[in-house]
């Protein structure tokens, strides 16, 4: 597809992310971690390997609703993934970079593609003792850093296109792992009492 380019040969770029996401996300793999360690312990490996698709269930849903949502810059466009959608937008296409409650990228074509991950409207900046200054918060900084990108893309020509979508496909295949795992072990227990 002309205008296209594969996600190998696309420069790296920054990733935005909430840090409660990665948080919660590291919170989440410790008790999965001692919960199947205890089980191991407790009842034995077949006992923890029938218990395991479970937890890994709830971990899978906290990293699709609270880590996975991200921003990703590179010098040819963004990558907004909304959960398990993603968006990719060339610099050229994008005429605005808004902060409202989260960033929002407004397309020459007049389409709004807003992000549910990275930088976030918070609280103004606190005062900096001693210094009687407002310290600037970093979702600003972040969006002054995603704008500076952009500007300079332009500037150096990229071009812009139509949006491209597409689908989280490890996610979604990691979930059906899950998924038929938890079947497996229904099976093998006799399902629900």
């Known amino acids: 597809m002309p205008g296209r380019e594969p996600a190998s040969s696309r420069p ?35 006992e923890m390997l029938l218990l395991a698709p479970w937890v ?37 296409a994008v005429t605005d970079v808004r902060l409202r409650y989260q960033v929002i990228f407004v397309l020459d074509s007049g389409v709004q593609v807003k992000s549910f991950g990275g930088p976030v409207a918070g609280r103004p900046g606190r005062l900096e003792v001693g210094r009687g200054e407002r310290r600037e918060p970093p979702a600003l900084r972040d969006l002054d850093d995603i704008r ?17 979508r597409s689908w989280d496909v490890p996610a979604i295949a990691a979930f059906t792992v899950i998924v038929l795992w938890a079947v497996i072990a229904l099976l093998i227990t006799g399902g629900p009492a």
């Not at 909430?18 to 001692?34: C, D, E, H, P, R």
């Not at 709830?58 to 959608?85: F, K, P």
């Open 56 to 92: 890994l269930l709830a971990v899978w849903v906290v990293y699709v609703v609270m880590y996975v949502s991200m921003i990703e810059t590179d010098a040819a466009g963004v990558t907004v993934q909304n959960s398990l959608r993603r968006t990719r937008v060339r610099w050229g």
């Open 148 to 164: 500076r990108q952009w500007e300079t893309s332009v500037a150096a020509g990229v071009r812009g296109g139509a949006p491209e």
């Open 12 to 46: 790296a770029g920054r990733v935005y992310r909430a840090w409660s996401g990665t948080v919660t996300l590291i919170v989440a793999g410790v008790v999965a971690i001692v919960l199947l360690g205890d089980a191991a312990l407790r009842a034995g490996w077949g």
